[in-house]
């Protein structure tokens, strides 16, 4: 069965600093990976998404994220954290063998200080 | 372009009631995803409905059931409410069971005292 790990539940970093996301996943070949950014009491919006091709993706709000196979890992990253990143942040999976059913990670909490 | 809509926003319902939740998909989307998302939790997904039927399932009893009507739209149902059904219930929609990329909808609050 498919899972996905985000070993970071909360996050705080300086507004202007840089930020890595960390998700690995288990999946027996390769997966459709996606983020997912929600805020407060709202529903999710697709920050990027990873099928095949090029192993980093970029996404909305400068944002981008590195697929590497050895490590089963999607890192999100963005280089400059904005203050309105403030939110929390799901790494999901879906399977390529027909359906598309995602399995989340637990989340991370991002918090960024001014 | 309308994206994914949901109603209502929020519910109260007490335990042992039924409740029914709606979803309309993104424009050109013929396939509704439900999922659940507890407090602190990812979401969980509950099943998916394509050509009015139900096409995949997740880990949830029978008490949660579901229906696609012709338009695309879908309904959520929920019998015999437990405090543990309390949770912000998504939609997402998708064109086809195997599309690439859900879109969610801002989802339904549901708290059951």
């Known amino acids: 069965a498919q899972s996905v790990t985000q070993p970071d539940i909360h996050i705080t970093v300086s507004e202007g600093a840089s930020l890595e996301l960390r998700c690995n996943y288990s999946y027996g070949a390769t997966p459709y990976l996606f983020w997912y950014v929600q805020s407060p009491g709202q529903g999710l919006q697709l920050l990027l998404k990873y099928f095949s091709g090029d192993t980093l993706v970029q996404g909305i709000k400068g944002f981008e994220a590195e697929f590497k196979r050895s490590q089963s890992s999607f890192n999100l990253r963005k280089p400059s954290v904005h203050w309105s990143d403030a939110a929390e942040y799901f790494c999901?999976?879906?399977?390529?063998?027909?359906?598309?059913?995602?399995?989340f990670g637990t989340g991370t909490q991002l918090k960024v200080e001014l | 372009d309308a994206g994914v809509t949901q109603s209502p926003t929020h519910l109260i319902k007490t335990r042992g009631q039924q409740v029914t939740l709606r979803c309309s998909p993104k424009?050109?989307?013929?396939?509704v995803s439900w999922y659940q998302q507890a407090l602190g939790q990812g979401p969980q997904f509950i099943f998916q409905?394509?050509?009015?039927?139900?096409?995949q399932r997740g880990n949830f009893p029978d008490r949660f059931s579901g229906h696609q009507f012709p338009n695309y739209s879908s309904e959520l149902n929920v019998n015999a409410l437990l405090l543990g059904d309390s949770a912000l219930y998504l939609c997402?929609?998708?064109f086809g069971p195997g599309g690439e990329t859900q879109y969610f909808g801002p989802g339904t609050r549901l708290l059951v005292l």
């Open positions: 424009s050109g989307h013929d396939t």
């Open positions: 999901a999976v879906a399977s390529t063998g027909g359906g598309n059913k995602l399995t």
């Open positions: 997402a929609s998708s």
């Open positions: 409905y394509y050509e009015e039927e139900e096409r």
